[in-house]
């Protein structure tokens, strides 16, 4: 396994929720952390990825603005499992949601570099 397998997507009405979870490759255990982003419907580029949630190696998690308090990183005992349970979803919320490792870059900045597939969430009124 090389990259992470997402698992959890699919539809629902606004309000509804979800349980996103990613199996990462045992490669994070030599990363920075890991986190789960979004693909905006109507967007192609990797650079419009919005980030949702990251989890670093030592625990600290960070929450977009616009999904704290409604969505719950967690993580397995092997900290290559992650989760994200998305309670009182909104149709903003739609969009390919990804499973990411992160890596320090050469600016020693913490950044997503082994993506997933993807898994699809459509919110609907």
């Known amino acids: 396994q090389v990259q992470p397998v997402e698992s959890g997507g699919g539809s629902v009405q606004a309000g509804g929720s979800l349980k996103l979870s990613c199996e990462a490759p045992?490669?994070?255990?030599?990363?920075?952390?890991m986190g789960w982003y979004r693909q905006p419907p109507g967007t192609e580029r990797d650079e419009e990825r919005e980030?949702?949630?990251?989890?670093?190696?030592?625990?600290?998690?960070n929450y977009a603005d616009s999904v704290r308090g409604r969505f719950t990183l967690s993580q397995g005992n092997e900290r290559n499992s992650l989760y994200l349970q998305m309670n009182s979803l909104k149709i903003e919320d739609t969009g390919v949601y990804y499973c990411a490792v992160l890596f320090e870059n050469s600016a020693l900045q913490c950044v997503p570099q082994i993506w997933g597939q993807g898994t699809q969430v459509t919110v609907s009124s």
């Open positions: 045992r490669v994070i255990y030599s990363g920075c952390g």
């Open positions: 980030e949702v949630s990251t989890i670093s190696t030592s625990g600290n998690i």
